[in-house]
Every structure is written in structure tokens, then in C-alpha cells.
């Protein structure tokens, strides 16, 4: 999975088709690696890199202060990956800086994947760390946390998704304000409305139409999706096919 598809701008910048940022301190779940393509650069984070290997994906990058993974998998990352090795009294997570190298490769979609872990706050400092204002010239991001799906859209932006009829997608406004937000494709559409922290106008929407479009004009909008397992389930599709 070290190998990805690679173009260029045409001014002669190239581009990454697929990034994804592994993190946490939980095992991945198997439907979730299914949705990851072969092609897709793995970048890992610190103890996740553990994870990461048990699942089958071979990390090409190594990120963080290396304060949890493990000796044996810190051994394979020597012999096969990149390591950035930062001292442990940063001022940004491991997650935020695997971000940022993200960044660096200019993807066409970024995706973090985690399988979890006991700690709220690094749950969400991570999944927030998605609406940091560097990665706006990402066209797609997404997250697989838990075995659930988000999609984060950077306004002024839209996106479509493809879920079953009768799946129920929440939106939040997890960094402040969202204007601008339209919706269709459910039961209780949205033209142009405002989302804001704290209140729960976008919340546990039913889907009535294949597919749903968002929009939002200012703000960054978190779009909670439903688990692998009730994506059109007949075959695991991978990200690259998924809209």
C-alpha cells in the first residue's frame, strides 16, 4: 500500500490521489481496511503504527514523538518506512502533524482512520484537526473512526454521498458557525440555513434520496455518515469509488 498513483498540476505540482493518516490506540476494524485502496499513501502515527501493521497496511511514513509504538514495529518502520521523530514537548499532537505531512503530498482525498481508543480528548482534538484551515485545498476528507464514516467539508464547499435510503446522516458545526447550508436528498432538507455549536438543527436527518448533496458557504461542516456495513452492501467499495 506504500505506492500511490501520482499526477501532476499543470504547472507541474504533483498530487497524491489518496493520503491516509492512521491513528488511535485500538485495533482497525477489517471493514474499514477493505474501503482503503492498494494504491493509497499510509502514513502512521506513533503508536498507531502497531495497529496499522496488524491490519495489513505497511505504513510508508512514520510520525510523532514514538513514545507508544512499539520496538518491534518501530524496528519495521527503520528498515521500510520515513520517520519524522519529533521531541515529546511539541505543541502539536501526532495526529496534527501527520496532518500537516498530509498536506505536504497534496492529495486529492485525505482520509484518517482510527480504530478508537479510551481517551475523549484525543478523540476529539483528532477528529477536530480535521477543520484546521491548512487543509482547505483538500477536495475530499473523510475519517473512519470506530468503524463510522464522517465526511468534513470546508466552506465554501459541497459533496454528495451515496448511502442507502433510510440511513440516517447527521450535520454539525463542530468549529464554530456554518452559513450557507443546504441539503437535499432528506427528510427534512436544508436551503441556506445556519448551524451553530451547541445546537442540534442538523442532527439525526433521515436520507429519502440517492444521492444526498451538501453545501455550506462559510464554515466548517462535519457530516456524520452511516457504518461500513450499511454502504450498498453487496461489495466493500473503496474510497477511490465512493463519492
Known sequence: MNESVRSTTADGVAITEVVVVVTGAAPIQQSVVDQIPADAVVIACDGALDHAL???????????????????ALDWAERHATIDRF???????????????AVDLNPTRLVLVSGGGDRLDHTLGAITALGHRSLTS???????????????VHGPGDTTLDV???????????????????????????????????LSRGLSNETTGRPVTL??????????????????????????EIP
Do not use: F, N, Y
Open 87 to 101: 521531541d515529546p514537548d511539541k505543541d502539536h499532537t501526532d495526529t496534527e502533524l501527520a496532518l500537516r505531512r
Open 215 to 240: 453545501a455550506v458557504s462559510t464554515g466548517v461542516l462535519t457530516v456524520l455518515i452511516p457504518d461500513p456495513s450499511q454502504l450498498d452492501a453487496d461489495q466493500p467499495r473503496p474510497l477511490t
Open 138 to 152: 483538500i477536495p475530499t476528507i473523510d475519517a473512519w473512526w470506530q468503524g463510522e464514516r464522517l465526511r468534513v
Open 164 to 198: 442507502p435510503v433510510g440511513s440516517t446522516i447527521s450535520l454539525l458545526a463542530l468549529h464554530g458557525s456554518c452559513t450557507g447550508v443546504s441539503v437535499s436528498g432528506v427528510r427534512w432538507p436544508l436551503d441556506d440555513a445556519e448551524l451553530v455549536p451547541g
Open 54 to 72: 496488524a491490519a495489513g497496511m505497511r505504513p510508508s511514513v512514520l510520525v510523532g514523538d514514538l513514545d507508544s509504538v512499539s520496538s518491534e
